[in-house]
Structures are given as C-alpha cells and as structure tokens.
C-alpha cells in the first residue's frame, strides 16, 4: 500500500473523507449542493459515507465488478489445481 492509499484507508476510517455533509457539519441551508456527486440528480440522495460506501449506484457498480474478477481469479487458480467448483448465475 502507498503512503497515499493509506492516509485514504485512515481517513475513511476515521470518518474523515471530506463528503458534501461532512463539510458543511450540519450546517447545510436550501441553496446548498449536498446532492451525491455521482448520482444525485437521480436519486436526490445527500452525499455522505456511508451512503457512498453501501447505497450509491455509481459505486455499488464498482463494488460488484471487483467481486466479479476476484471471483474468476480464485475459480481460475481452482480450475488449475483441479478442484472442482460451482459458480451461482
């Protein structure tokens, strides 16, 4: 891990990730932008992280494409060893 990539492991443990809601600090007023960056516009859901993390459609894409490789990677290293394994559709 580079030093970059663990300040950012750190900062979002810490809850620290500068999201729209984080920002403001519960500050926010009507002609504030708290809207999701990613998506909202169409789901009209305020940016914060844990909607980031477990609800933004932008990254639940992100989220099951790397399930998906690491699902064929470890299929393929079975596959090579000869075990035999079923994947679900």
């Known amino acids: 891990m580079t030093g970059h ?3 950012a492991a750190v900062k ?3 809850s620290l990730v500068p999201t729209r ?4 600090m519960g500050r926010a007023e ?3 932008h708290i809207l999701c960056r990613k998506c ?3 789901s009209g859901a305020p ?3 844990t909607y980031i993390s477990q609800n933004c459609a932008f990254t639940g894409r992100l989220i099951v494409r790397r399930h998906n490789d690491i ?3 470890l299929m393929q290293s ?5 075990s035999m394994l079923y994947m679900s559709p």
């Open 78 to 82: 079975a596959d090579a060893s000869g």
């Open 47 to 49: 940016e914060s992280l």
């Open 30 to 32: 009507s002609g504030d």
């Open 40 to 42: 909202g516009a169409a």
């Open 71 to 73: 699902m064929d990677k």
């Open 5 to 7: 990539g663990f300040i």
């Open 21 to 24: 809601l984080q920002i403001l």
């Open 12 to 14: 979002v443990r810490t």
